[in-house]
C-alpha cells in the first residue's frame, strides 16, 4: 500500500500529499475564475442524503475584502468594546489572506426529513471536496472558523438563520514550502468491531 503512494500520479497518492496551507501564507497566483468554478463543481459532488445541497459558497472577490474586514471588524466591536488595536488588527488581516476565498455556508433545510446531523456532515463533506479539490489544481487551501464564523453579525452579511458558517476557505500558491503536521496513530483510531 505504502508503494502507490510514491507515484505522485496516482489518485491515492494525490489524496496523500494533500495539505492544509496557513492562509496568511498564501500568495499569488490564485485560481482564476474558470479554475474557482472548477473547484466549486467539485466540492458540491458531495454525499448529500435527500438532495439537499445543505450548503452552498460565497466567493468573496478581491474588491470586497476591505467591505468584509469592516463587518468582522464592527461585529467585534459591538460584542467587544474594549478590543484592543492589535485585535482589531488581526481581524482587518484576517479578510485580506490569500488571493481567494470562499466563503462556505452551511444551510440546513429544517423542512425536511433528513436529519440536521446528517446535512452538517454533508456540509464539512463540501468544504473538504473543495479543499480536495483546490489541491489537485495545484493550489493550497486553508479552512479557517475562528470567531467570525460564529459571530451571528458576520454571519448576517452572507445569509440569515438558521444557516452558518462552515468556514473561510482561502485558496491561493504557498509561499513557503508547506510543512507536514503529525498524523494520528492508525493503530489508536482504527479497530475492528467484534
Same mark, same amino acid.
Request: proline share 8%; with cysteine; hydrophobic share 45%.
Given at each position: 500500500m505504502? %508503494?502507490? $503512494?510514491n507515484d505522485?500520479?496516482?489518485?491515492l ?6 495539505r492544509?496551507g ?5 500568495t499569488?497566483? =490564485?485560481p482564476d475564475? =474558470? ?9 458540491a ?5 435527500g438532495?439537499?445541497?445543505? #450548503?452552498?459558497?460565497?466567493i468573496v472577490p /478581491?474588491? &470586497?475584502?476591505?467591505a ?9 466591536r459591538a @460584542?467587544r468594546?474594549q478590543a484592543a488595536r492589535l485585535?482589531?488588527e488581526?481581524? /482587518?488581516?484576517?479578510?485580506?489572506? +490569500? *488571493?481567494a476565498?470562499?466563503?462556505v455556508?452551511f444551510?440546513p433545510?429544517t423542512?425536511s426529513?433528513? *436529519?440536521?446531523w /446528517?446535512?452538517?456532515?454533508s +456540509?464539512?463533506?463540501?468544504c473538504?471536496n ?5 489541491h489537485a489544481? %495545484?493550489?493550497?487551501g486553508? #479552512?479557517?472558523t =475562528? #470567531?467570525?464564523? $460564529?459571530?451571528d453579525a458576520?454571519?448576517?452579511a452572507?445569509g440569515?438563520?438558521? @444557516? &452558518?458558517?462552515? %468556514?473561510?476557505?482561502?485558496?491561493g500558491?504557498?509561499g &513557503?514550502?508547506? /510543512?507536514?503536521?503529525?498524523?494520528p496513530?492508525m ?5 475492528i #468491531?467484534?
Amino acid at each position: 500500500m505504502a %508503494g502507490m $503512494f510514491n507515484d505522485a500520479s496516482t489518485p491515492l497518492a494525490l489524496l496523500a500529499t494533500r495539505r492544509s496551507g496557513k492562509p496568511r501564507d498564501l500568495t499569488l497566483p =490564485g485560481p482564476d475564475a =474558470g479554475q474557482l468554478a472548477t473547484i466549486l463543481e467539485i466540492a458540491a459532488r458531495t454525499p448529500d442524503h435527500g438532495k439537499l445541497a445543505p #450548503w452552498r459558497f460565497i466567493i468573496v472577490p /478581491e474588491d &470586497r475584502r476591505d467591505a468584509l474586514a469592516e463587518v468582522i471588524v464592527q461585529a467585534y466591536r459591538a @460584542e467587544r468594546p474594549q478590543a484592543a488595536r492589535l485585535e482589531i488588527e488581526s481581524l /482587518e488581516q484576517f479578510a485580506h489572506q +490569500a *488571493p481567494a476565498l470562499v466563503v462556505v455556508m452551511f444551510s440546513p433545510k429544517t423542512h425536511s426529513h433528513i *436529519p440536521v446531523w /446528517e446535512q452538517k456532515l454533508s +456540509a464539512g463533506a463540501a468544504c473538504m471536496n473543495l479543499l480536495h479539490a483546490v489541491h489537485a489544481s %495545484g493550489f493550497a487551501g486553508g #479552512w479557517l472558523t =475562528g #470567531w467570525a464564523s $460564529f459571530s451571528d453579525a458576520v454571519r448576517d452579511a452572507f445569509g440569515a438563520a438558521p @444557516e &452558518r458558517i462552515a %468556514g473561510f476557505m482561502f485558496i491561493g500558491t504557498p509561499g &513557503r514550502p508547506l /510543512e507536514e503536521r503529525p498524523r494520528p496513530d492508525m493503530a489508536k483510531i482504527v479497530s475492528i #468491531w467484534a
